[in-house]
Structure formats: structure tokens, C-alpha cells
């Protein structure tokens, strides 16, 4: 199995200011399409997780722009250029290049300061 | 709109059984994979199977193999995550969602709770 790690593993901020989450995977996420299928999700407290970025640094619909992922093969980042109280909530990545399973990051909780 | 929506909270005892549900609606439901995810209480989420409605093609994590069972009836849109005996560790909240590579949409979530 793929096994997906992320730092810090919690994120205190503060507002208005940039902040920025690592993740790795234990081997490249390069499918054999050529994409990567490296997603990240946004659980605020008490909801379901919502997709924010897909393959890699592909904004969903409706998500703000202050939002951008990057990276390639094995090594990621999801940025938030200026935090707001909305983003407080934990930010999982997930590949979904080698499964079954599908696998996930243990999370980062980002909590403002 | 695409929307996936699961079956209410349940509270059960240890050995019971259990199916829950989850339909989905305003995409074509036999040409997308629906998953099944598990968040224990404070906790991460863990990756649990996953069904092609199209033709119940199956597959499991190693983790929840031979634990669970998912299935689903395409003419009614819904698929299925079901246990035949409950354990105290199976307490957790259970969330669809659809696509294996994107997993675009997810369900509400069901609170599954096991106490004696």
C-alpha cells in the first residue's frame, strides 16, 4: 500500500497570514494515463470532508483562489496564500493513483493563533 | 446536482447486524465507483472499499476485508455497507462517496454506535 505522510500535523496561523502543508508519498503517484492523482479535502469541524484541489493542483469548483496545491511524484504542498476563520479545519491528502486502497494522509489540523 | 445521500444514525449492540445505505442521484449512477470511508472518533479517515454499480465489481482494503460487506442495487441508485456482527470498535462515522481516483462527492455520514 501507498503510504501518504504530511507535516506539520497541526498548523496554528494567523490571520490573513500564508500557510502551507506538506505531504509525501512512499512512492511516485504517476499514473500510467500520466496523470497524478494526488487530491486534497477540507474537514471543518462537525462536516463531511470536501474536495478542495484534484490531480495534483486543480482547484474544485467554488473553492476559493487563496487555494493552490503543487507538486509532482512524490512530494506535495497545499498553500493557503492569506488564512481565514473559515479555513479552520483539518486537511487531508489522498492518492488514488494505486489502489485498491485508496490511502490517505493522517491530517493536518489548522487552527488560528 | 450530484448528491449522495446516506441513511440516518444507528445504535446497536455488539453481534448485531447492521446495513447502511447510501443513494445517490443527479448523475448517472451505474458509471461511477462509490466508496466507502471510515472516520473513528477523533480520528483520520481510512479508505474502506469501493463498488462499480455497473456490475458490482468489488474491491476492499486488506484492513476491512472480510469484515464488511458493500454492495449496491443499481435501480434504485443506492449502495450498501452492511457488518453481520458488530464489534464496540466498529463505532465510528461511515461516509460515501463517489469515484476511486476523484472522489468528488461525499455523503452526509452515518454515525454508526456499538454499545452494550
Known amino acids: 500500500d501507498v503510504v501518504m505522510t504530511q507535516s506539520p500535523l497541526s498548523l496554528p496561523v494567523t490571520l490573513g497570514q500564508p500557510a502551507s502543508i506538506s505531504c509525501r508519498s512512499s512512492?511516485?503517484?504517476?499514473?500510467?494515463?500520466?496523470?497524478?492523482?494526488l487530491n486534497w479535502f477540507q474537514q471543518r469541524p462537525g462536516q463531511s470532508p470536501r474536495r478542495l484541489i484534484y490531480?495534483?493542483?486543480n482547484r474544485d469548483s467554488g473553492v476559493p483562489d487563496r487555494f493552490s496545491g503543487s507538486g509532482s511524484g512524490t512530494d506535495f504542498t497545499l498553500k493557503i496564500s492569506r488564512v481565514e476563520a473559515e479555513d479552520v479545519g483539518v486537511y487531508y491528502c489522498?492518492?488514488?493513483?494505486?489502489?485498491?486502497?485508496?490511502?490517505f494522509g493522517p491530517g493536518t489540523k489548522v487552527d488560528i493563533k | 446536482e450530484v448528491q449522495l445521500v446516506q441513511s440516518g444514525a444507528e445504535v446497536k449492540k455488539p453481534g448485531e447486524s447492521l446495513k447502511i445505505s447510501c443513494k445517490g442521484s443527479?448523475?448517472?449512477?451505474?458509471?461511477?465507483?462509490i466508496g466507502w470511508v471510515r472516520q473513528m472518533p477523533g480520528k483520520g479517515l481510512e479508505w474502506m472499499g469501493i463498488i462499480y454499480p455497473g456490475d458490482s465489481n468489488t474491491k476492499y482494503s486488506p484492513s476491512f476485508q472480510g469484515q464488511v460487506t458493500i454492495s449496491a442495487d443499481k435501480s434504485i441508485s443506492t449502495a450498501y455497507l452492511q457488518w453481520s456482527s458488530l464489534k464496540a470498535s466498529d463505532t465510528a462515522m461511515y461516509y460515501c462517496v463517489r469515484g476511486a481516483s476523484t472522489n468528488d462527492y461525499w455523503g452526509q455520514g452515518t454515525l454508526v454506535t456499538v454499545s452494550s
Open positions: 512512492q511516485s503517484l504517476v499514473h500510467s494515463d500520466g496523470n497524478t492523482y
Open positions: 443527479g448523475y448517472s449512477f451505474t458509471s461511477y465507483w
Open positions: 490531480k495534483v493542483s
Open positions: 489522498m492518492q488514488g493513483t494505486h489502489w485498491p486502497p485508496v490511502t
